[in-house]
Each structure stands twice: as structure tokens, then as C-alpha cells.
């Protein structure tokens, strides 16, 4: 699989990480993985064609000792679909400043 990988996380940090994901993405069924939904303005012209798949996210998976963001586009409601891809050049850049950005407001420097 393809990610961007966040480690060498303390356990402070896996905490405030943990508090913030919790609070502002969604949670899936499996312990420590988050769904983090694709800015719409970034969707590729199949994903926005794809009204019923919408919303498109990224699985985030949370560790105590790191943050792993996959690169693969998912959708929640359907296990396959041709709306699900690797992530383009933009989308990638997207997910890596989005959680840069959000390690950078927790104050957690890797």
C-alpha cells in the first residue's frame, strides 16, 4: 500500500492525535482508523461523476507510535467501485499538507 507515514509519534502525541481525529473525522469499524474526506474541488472527474459513492476519503490509521495515511481514494458505503484509485499528484499533496498542517496546530514536532 502506498502512504505517507507519520512515526517516532510519543505517547503524548499519539494522544493529542487521537483526541483530535476523534473529534473531527469519522471513525471506522476498526479500532484506530479514520476516514478523512477529499476536499471536492480535488476529485478527479470519475469521483465527482460518482454522486452516489460521494463521500471519497482517505483511511488515516493511528498508532501510538505513528500516523499512517493511505494514498489509496476510498469510498464508505461500497467495498469496490471504478471511483476508487491511488491518489493523483494533487490529491497526495493534499493529504500531505493536510496532515502536516494538522501536526503542526497539535504542536507535535517529528
Known amino acids: ?11 503524548e502525541d499519539y ?19 479514520y ?4 476536499d471536492q474541488d480535488i476529485l478527479t472527474p470519475v469521483q465527482k461523476s460518482h454522486v452516489d459513492c460521494q463521500p471519497h476519503v482517505f483511511a488515516l490509521m ?10 489509496l481514494v476510498r469510498v464508505e458505503k461500497k467495498i469496490k467501485c471504478d471511483c476508487m484509485d491511488y491518489a493523483t499528484q494533487e490529491q497526495r499533496d493534499w493529504l500531505m499538507d493536510q496532515a502536516d498542517a494538522i501536526l503542526e496546530k497539535l504542536d507535535i514536532r517529528i
Open 1 to 11: 500500500m502506498k502512504q505517507y507515514v507519520i512515526d517516532g509519534l510519543r505517547l
Open 15 to 33: 494522544q493529542k492525535l487521537k483526541a483530535y481525529l476523534d473529534r473531527y473525522l469519522t471513525s471506522s469499524t476498526i479500532d484506530g482508523v
Open 35 to 38: 476516514w478523512f474526506e477529499l
Open 62 to 71: 493511528l498508532e501510538e507510535s505513528y500516523l499512517s495515511c493511505e494514498f
